[in-house]
């Protein structure tokens, strides 16, 4: 996968997915940031087909949002932030899958990226190693 074209789709930091693209054209391939939300499946509906307008199809689709609010103690969580961080892990995941599924064709992939503490576990508040526990 190394010699492919790339689409990011994120949510927040505008300079990283730039830096992303420029990495990505650095190598001779071509790279698309989108800026959305994938707890909206809105979002997602229309950022997967726009991938395949500017790129041509859609190979594999990797999973990775994240939301991490840091807190000392894992009472400190309020339900909106919980919801956030599972809506955009897990609810997002199901929604860009979702939206990329009529896309992908006979070889396509998808993979869903999980942080270790989901498994292990640590300090780390427990709407984060919820989220990611789901995932794995």
Do not use: W
């Not at 790279?31 to 997967?48: E, F, M, P, T």
């Not at 860009?96 to 896309?103: L, V």
């Not at 869903?112 to 919820?130: A, F, K, T």
């Amino acid at each position: 996968m190394e010699d492919a074209d790339r689409a990011i789709v994120y949510g927040v930091d505008d300079g990283d997915a730039a830096e992303t693209v420029r990495l990505v054209e650095a190598r001779g391939n071509r790279g698309l940031a989108i800026k959305a939300d994938v707890r909206d499946g809105g979002a997602c509906d229309r950022s997967v087909p726009r991938t395949v307008e500017t790129l041509g199809r859609l190979d594999v689709l990797v999973n990775d949002a994240a939301f991490q609010m840091a807190l000392e103690r894992s009472e400190d969580i309020s339900p909106e932030q919980f919801r956030r961080t599972r809506l955009t892990i897990v609810f997002g995941a199901f929604q860009m899958t979702r939206s990329a599924m009529p896309h992908l064709g006979e070889g396509s992939k998808i993979a869903e990226s999980g942080n270790i503490v989901g498994m292990v576990g640590n300090e780390m508040p427990v709407d984060h190693r919820m989220a990611n526990g789901a995932i794995h």
